[in-house]
């Protein structure tokens, strides 16, 4: 049973900058391909970042591509969102996953665990 508990969310103006983290424990962190999620009231779940077992490979939904970074220290079982250049529309509670998979995925369902979440609030 892998648990992960994200941080690091909060209110920002917007362009403003939050580095989110993922801290992940019970599990073998280093064969987990991670990923960041998002969901806005009213609006479905949606990707927004994935990364491979040994962050070699990153994925970006295109709406955050060239704003956002993922990255993972497999050593400290953390995996962390930079975010910069936030927008409004970037306001969401944003998750963690985990997935027992070595092939990186932008699918939610192929992700087998999942934090509680962290608020992102960016003010116009």
């Known amino acids: 049973q892998v648990q992960l508990v994200e941080s690091g969310g909060g209110l920002v103006q917007t362009g403003g900058s939050l580095r989110l983290s993922c801290a992940a424990s019970g599990g073998t962190f280093s064969r987990y391909v991670m990923g960041w999620f998002r969901q806005a009231p009213g609006k479905e779940r949606e990707f927004v970042a994935a990364?491979?077992?040994?962050?070699?490979?990153?994925s970006y939904a295109d709406f955050v591509k060239g704003r956002f970074t993922i990255s993972r220290d497999n050593a400290k079982n953390t995996v962390y969102l930079q975010m910069n250049s936030l927008k409004p529309e970037d306001t969401a509670n944003y998750y963690c996953?985990?997935?027992?998979?070595?092939?990186?995925?932008?699918?939610?369902?192929?992700?087998?665990?999942w934090g509680q979440g962290t608020q992102v609030t960016v003010s116009s």
């Open positions: 996953a985990a997935a027992k998979t070595s092939v990186i995925t932008t699918t939610g369902v192929q992700y087998d665990y």
């Open positions: 990364i491979s077992w040994r962050g070699r490979i990153t």
